[in-house]
């Protein structure tokens, strides 16, 4: 079971980023995928959640309305497209499989696969 994440980078505030994320190792179409991230002296938190068909998600109120999840199944993978980043946005971002089909939580416990996450720095 693996996942890999890339995209992350530096950028200025009010810039933009793309995330992706790729599975290998397990039908991970059957799966709720997630975003979670971690900033400098943080705990980790979610960010946007899923469903296997992509057609449900979910987002943390911090990024509503600025990050749009994805999910390409044919290619196991999902994406984050996060806009108008703010430097509090600066964060290690990871992906996560869930164990539902269709319940996207917000809780760590809920996920039991993990990427070794991407760095986003934020710069004013």
């Known amino acids: 079971v693996q996942l890999q994440a890339c995209g992350g980078g530096l950028v200025q505030t009010g810039g933009s980023l793309r995330l992706s994320c790729a599975a290998s190792?397990?039908?991970?179409?059957?799966?709720?995928m997630g975003w979670f991230r971690q900033g400098p002296g943080k705990e980790r938190e979610f960010v946007a959640g899923i469903s296997r068909s992509g057609m449900s998600t979910h987002y943390a109120d911090s990024v509503k309305g600025r990050f749009t999840i994805s999910r390409d199944n044919a290619k196991n993978t999902v994406d984050l497209q996060m806009n108008s980043l703010k430097s509090e946005d600066t964060a290690v971002y990871s992906c996560a499989v869930g164990n539902s089909a269709y319940y996207i939580s917000p809780k760590e416990s809920e996920y039991d696969y993990w990427g070794q996450g991407t760095l986003v720095t934020v710069s004013s």
């Open positions: 190792g397990r039908t991970f179409t059957m799966y709720v």
